[in-house]
């Protein structure tokens, strides 16, 4: 298939609205923190507690955002829940970024 004169697809308002939410949802530090943690392994709130050195209400609440915006999934492993990442796309939104802000590129002039 000729991909050269086919026009590009413009995605519905509802998508876009939608890349928004994931976004917003991505934007705090910590929780940008806790995507690239989960892209490693699977986690518990006080593994990612450990390891973030956040406290515990803080590592919830940034997990709730994350799972309400479907960018991790729990799953109950005895009296814990074990976080993991939805999808692959989410560490590469995330890695992307963090490429992207670490790469040097210029800073506008005042």
């Known amino acids: 298939m000729d991909h050269a004169h086919t026009a590009p697809t413009r995605p519905s308002t509802a998508d876009i609205a939608a ?3 994931l ?3 991505l934007a705090a530090p910590a929780r940008v923190a806790i995507v690239l943690s989960l892209r490693e392994r699977a986690m518990c ?3 990612l507690v450990d390891a973030l050195h956040l406290n515990q209400p803080q590592v919830s609440q940034h997990l709730k955002v994350l799972k309400n915006s479907g960018v991790v ?3 109950r492993r005895g009296r814990e829940v074990e976080y993991t990442l939805v999808d692959d796309h989410i560490a590469h939104i ?3 970024a963090l490429t992207h802000a670490t790469e040097g590129w210029p800073q506008a002039s005042a």
């Open 73 to 75: 999934t729990g799953n």
């Open 23 to 25: 976004l917003r949802a």
């Open 94 to 96: 995330v890695t992307d």
């Open 45 to 47: 709130v006080h593994e």
């Open 19 to 21: 890349a928004g939410d």
